[in-house]
């Protein structure tokens, strides 16, 4: 039987990681001019951080953690997003001292024991950014402008803007009390899964993919039961993106899929997906620090999936020019040449010249077919006469054109011209 990699993950090709690359160096570009700066966490956690975090009712927690015990029975898990870990590496850490605002921004990989399906799989990456200590609207709109401006600059077209607000623990409790009401009255109507729902957490109903939200169109309305401070918080980060010039969509259903959001949440979607259109979103978490130990400070930020970013610029046509992966080809031709390329190439990567060499003795033009491949901006060729000579011949190979440059005066050469 051959070895595949395990359902739900997939390589990421030679041929593919330019792509990517170009996506997280301006992920980073774009949250560095916005004041962010990068955290690492571990790839597993502690269990209890996403139970307590993320929400033991919430379908990530209850069905698509990769949940295990390590050697010395402790329950860890491969961390299934990027907020949870990054708030408790703030308070173990005691980044909040001395901090009045605190940015910061990952890229990292996060795994879902899910039913994989176009740019959804089991390992996934996801770029993100969390920011602490700021409880204005108009850091909730900093953060939306933010990964609007990282979109923008990938060249995304026909991107939407999903906005909502769910208020926070002094107006949710009563829209939840008749929420219940109201799917207790129907519950026949609603799926077995949403029927769970309504017994364990009745926000979870809007997270249903197969027609519950029709149901709940016809139910209470949030945004009537909010209180005055969190329809005032929600009505400033509205100015705040119309005064950038940012449109948005108000979006009553969009609850998103963690426990810890409060106040605003937010989704953007792109076309040339079909049905599952999202490629990222985020919120307000106000309570999640004081939840996992430390004293109440606001949060929001966002995760935006770079698997589903790459299938959408797909989808939209989009393609980046690729980049040759070496810029000189060193051809050796003859047993006494190979030391003299082997010596010269080092000296050319000395010089930030990307380059590669023969290393098994084939003809030159099995040698120039593999520079043609390469794409390589020039051919450095050592043999007999150019050994004798003491200088390489030198083919540009966009124009055909040779010339013989002296071998101590290559790097020289080949670093000016490669610029």
């Known amino acids: 039987m051959q070895l595949q990699a395990p359902k739900g993950t997939r390589d990421i090709l030679p041929s593919q990681t330019q792509t990517w690359q170009w996506v997280e160096s301006v992920a980073r570009s774009v949250f560095s001019t916005y004041g962010y700066q990068e955290i690492r966490t571990p790839i597993f956690e502690n269990t209890d951080l996403f139970v307590r975090g993320v929400g033991d009712t919430t379908d990530i927690v209850e069905k698509e953690m990769y949940t295990f015990n390590d050697k010395a029975n402790r329950s860890v898990t491969l ?5 949870a870990p990054v708030v408790r590496a703030v308070i173990q850490n005691r980044l909040l001292e001395g901090a009045s605002v605190l940015k910061l921004y990952y890229n990292g990989r996060m795994y ?3 039913r994989p399906q176009a740019g959804r799989y089991r390992e996934h990456w996801q770029v993100g950014v969390e920011v602490f200590g700021a409880a204005e609207a108009a850091v909730d709109a900093e953060v939306i402008a933010l990964a609007h401006k990282f979109y923008s600059r990938l060249g995304f077209k026909d991107l939407t803007l999903h906005l909502n607000t769910i208020g926070d623990r002094a ?3 009563k829209f939840v009390s008749d929420l219940k009401a109201f799917t207790k009255a129907r519950l026949n109507q609603f799926c077995q899964e949403c ?3 309504y017994e364990r957490n009745p926000l979870r109903l809007f997270d249903c993919k197969i027609g519950c939200r029709e149901i709940l169109s016809e ?3 949030l945004l009537e039961y909010l209180c005055d401070s969190c329809r005032e918080h929600f009505d400033a980060v509205k100015r705040y993106l119309k005064l950038l010039g940012i449109e948005f969509t108000e979006n009553p259903n969009l609850v998103r899929g963690m426990d810890y959001y409060s106040r605003t949440t937010f989704e953007f979607t792109a076309g ?7 490629i990222g979103g985020g919120g307000r978490y106000d309570y999640l620090v004081e939840e996992l130990g430390n004293k109440p400070t606001p949060g929001i930020g966002f995760g935006l999936g770079v698997d589903r970013i790459i299938l959408a610029l797909e989808a939209q046509k989009f393609e980046i020019s690729p980049q040759p992966p070496i810029d000189v080809y060193i051809a050796v031709l003859g047993d006494e040449a190979m030391p003299i390329a082997f010596q010269l190439a080092e000296k050319f990567r000395d010089s930030q010249i990307r380059t590669d ?3 098994n003795g084939r003809s030159l033009k099995a040698q120039m077919k593999t520079a043609h491949k390469f794409g390589v901006k020039y051919v450095v060729i050592i043999g007999e006469d150019e050994i004798k000579n003491g200088a390489a011949t030198v083919r540009d190979m966009e124009s055909g ?3 013989a440059v002296e071998f101590d005066g290559l790097g020289k050469a080949l670093k000016i011209s490669s610029q």
């Open 112 to 114: 879902r024991y899910e």
């Open 401 to 403: 054109n040779q010339r």
């Open 195 to 197: 029927q769970g729902r």
């Open 79 to 83: 961390r299934p997003e990027g907020t």
């Open 171 to 173: 107006c949710r409790p």
């Open 219 to 221: 139910g209470p309305k």
């Open 357 to 359: 060499l023969e290393y």
């Open 272 to 278: 040339g997906l079909g049905a599952q259109d999202a």
